[in-house]
């Protein structure tokens, strides 16, 4: 994916530190000792006191192979164990933040985005990360009730159209009745007020009270009466304008009398846009008509295979929709389905490694490295700086000579900030520090994006953000590359 | 994806018999009480002996929306909870089958294909998802060993790069001594024997012995003195030609010696076609040079971002690669990330329901079905056929006149043979049959796209493949659109 990233190391940690902080998978681990390791014997490969640490960093990154998302160290076998774990965990997790990012920008500010793509993950676990992950990207909220359960996720949701599409108009409500929203006065005939408004919406709109689908009216008395404080309408299961219209209107404005006010319809076909603007408009005739301000700006959400490119189009000045439902454009990452994470050997035994080949993106730098953030004096990111862990850390106000990479020769950069990237994360078995939440996380992430400058914001061809390598650093890679292959 | 669908409705059952076998659906479910619905609330909706039908075929199939994957009926409340559960367990698992289907068609049945895409899934369930269901539709192992373990999936890997580059050469093996093969005779200092064989290979090949990797070679008579039956080389940590397949040929011979025959190499990163052959090029002469003929035959396994394109060149005639590894493309399915099944209402209360719309692909048809493949004599695939559940089947030999999807005309069809396609598998909480092995299924899937004439199985703008109702179901259809929506 273009641009930048949004890892999911230093934010969304949980699997990981379930993964390492417990004895799982030191003691279930499985090790084969014959051809293509079946799975014949289980040992336990490490004690859950191993020494193992792992720094990590927290913020929006430029999606540089060469700069790290995660550093490790500890005992070698248990480190080649660790690679493919740490990959799924992490790639995944930090390719659907990353996707959810991008859509936000879309977006903008303004939209609240609902992701619905469990249906389309590869089964409930990874529909679990998505949903989490996109909302740390900066989703509002998600369909799926486990992340809200699990993660804190906030949970949304509208109706299906199974619902709607199961009633005939012939059934008969249990209790047909509602009592007002203030708990005060008589209970009401709900059904029958419905069919009163329904006449009087009709007539404004030019329509035959006939027209309108009786089982889809039906659906939304029954949700109405289940749930007066939450009533939304599915509007598009018949006709939006014939048809689901109408019959929502009428179950919102019978509630209205009583007090409740209705919270929101959603269209799920068609032109997305234009019946956004279409309903609004009929929102805001009846809402006069009837006097009844409220219904003016009843939130209208949108779903339907909505793309980037749908997004941008239903996100743009004057659009009346306010929420905008994403599946399977969050969750599958249609433009990059996959993030290339890698894992490499950096350091053994104190010694540096390095992989050296003819394609420089996929030479790897050697040695524990630490990552620094310059900041301007106006908060502006600068560049990233990577050193060796033993360096000293930038100096804010102090002018510091860098090798960008790729460069042929150093620049000069005099930071006003500077931020560690890379943080100790686990040592000893033991978390270092707290964990944020995940809404602390997300916050941290949005701001992180905010700070990006607008060229390195734009999702096509964005501006490549700048990495530079410490003196130090840079002689190493030197010295080892004229070495030869290590 | 274009072309046939292979669905593992019927093939890959165990999440969804799992999903619906148990109660924990049916106590742990979520169900809200108020706007949004937060988790606020559990209830249990149903209770385990809650009647539950389910139907399914489990063959290739045409991607058509209007052929069923699954049947469900039940109770209303509990079918709509059903929805996106079902949606998350079938897309996904159908999907890849269905993309590693496609690979193997690319691949021709000789080579073997690895799967190789854990860490690209989402998530560790993401990729035993994965693992299975590219095995169901084609593969013939996966690097996952937890798929080994828990779904029976063969099992199969080489060894990693950072193994590889974690040796620098002054390493000492506890135990450089080897038994022979058939156990009887000395142990050998196998390190020892390695040097001599270096210099003999090196002097053939036209290279210095100083010249290849001592780090490489120390790591390969590591992992041959763990893994003696089962030695095999990663060929290019450093360069193929001048270090990694002189160090695998002498620590191959050194092994030889003591009658073990290695098992196999991997290249994983440049031009792997041209590299294969370069490979199999050396092992011939220094067979031939060594009197060693088994080494002519020593597989030769490649991976590094194959994708359908790199796969046919890989698979082209005269081709030396044997094992063909694939990890993003398999499980990302590029070519089209997600599936978009959906789950419509067809009948409620004994009464058929269908979704009328504009768009003839997104209609539906109604009442409860079956489905039937009518076969030519020679069991090639004529058409499917749908009908009313209540209808008689076809019968083999008997002329029976059907509405293929789209036309306006019927037309006549004799089947030789009648295969019924939706088959009752859970009733009243309770397995039909038992259930068919993973190695079972794989078989029936394989033998299923078997029968695929070239011009249907052809993977660019591939025939598609008829299916047509049944007078009475057309006549049903024809009856609703009649009566407007439903």
């Not at 659906?219 to 006709?239: E, T």
């Not at 990059?336 to 003819?358: A, D, I, N, W």
Request: glycine share 8%; proline share 9%.
């Amino acid at each position: 994916m273009e641009g930048l990233l949004v890892p999911t190391v230093g934010v969304g940690k949980r699997p990981l530190l379930r993964f390492l902080g417990t004895s799982f998978f030191l003691s279930n681990i499985v090790v084969g000792a014959s051809p293509g390791f079946p799975v014949s014997q289980r040992s336990s490969c490490a004690t859950p006191t191993t020494p193992l640490f792992c720094f990590f960093r927290a913020s929006v990154r430029p999606p540089s192979p060469q700069v790290p998302l995660l550093q490790v160290s500890g005992p070698l076998l248990l480190l080649q164990l660790l690679e493919t774990p740490l990959l799924c965990l992490l790639s995944y997790a930090s390719l659907v933040a990353t996707n959810a990012a991008r859509l936000r920008l879309i977006a903008g500010p303004e939209k609240r985005l609902l992701e619905l793509g469990l249906r389309r993950a590869q089964g409930p676990d990874g529909g679990l990360t998505a949903s989490t992950y996109s909302y740390l990207g900066g989703f509002d909220s998600s369909s799926n009730v486990l992340a809200g359960q699990l993660r804190g996720v906030p949970v949304a949701g509208t109706l299906a159209h199974s619902f709607v599409t199961s009633f005939s108009g012939s059934e008969v409500p249990p209790d047909p009745t509602l009592a007002p929203a203030a708990g005060k006065g008589p209970r009401v005939d709900l059904a029958a007020s419905v069919k009163v408004w329904l006449e009087r919406v009709c007539a404004h709109l030019g329509l035959g009270a006939q027209e309108p689908h009786p089982g889809e009216r039906a659906a939304f008395v029954a949700y109405a009466l289940a749930f007066p404080r939450a009533f939304q309408g599915l509007l598009d299961s018949y006709s939006v304008q014939r048809s689901g219209l109408p019959n929502f209107l009428a179950v919102a404005l019978a509630l209205g009398e009583l007090g409740y006010r209705a919270v929101g319809v959603r269209l799920d076909s068609g032109d997305l846009l234009q019946q956004a603007q279409e309903t609004r408009r009929v929102f805001r005739t009846i809402a006069a008509q009837f006097q009844i301000p409220w219904l003016e700006s009843v939130p209208i959400a949108v779903s339907n295979n909505v793309d980037e490119e749908a997004l941008a189009r239903l996100a743009q000045e004057g659009s009346e929709v306010d929420v905008i439902g994403i599946g399977t454009s969050v969750v599958t990452c249609p433009q990059q389905p996959s993030l290339g994470c890698v894992y490499k050997l950096v350091s053994v035994g104190g010694q540096p490694r390095m992989k050296l080949t003819e394609d420089p993106e996929k030479q790897t730098l050697p040695g524990s490295k630490a990552a620094f953030r310059l900041l301007g004096s106006d908060g502006s990111m600068l560049l990233d700086v990577l050193q060796l862990v033993e360096e000293p850390p930038p100096q804010a106000g102090q002018e510091l000579r860098v090798w960008p990479l790729g460069a042929q020769e150093p620049c000069t950069v005099m930071p006003a900030h500077v931020e560690p990237l890379l943080r100790l994360w686990v040592q000893q078995g033991q978390l270092c520090e707290p964990l944020p939440s995940l809404a602390e996380s997300r916050a941290f992430a949005q701001l992180s994006l905010s700070r990006l400058s607008p060229a390195h914001r734009q999702l096509q061809s964005p501006a490549p953000y700048q990495v530079a390598l410490s003196e130090k650093l840079r002689a190493l890679v030197d010295s080892l590359s004229a070495g030869g292959p290590q």
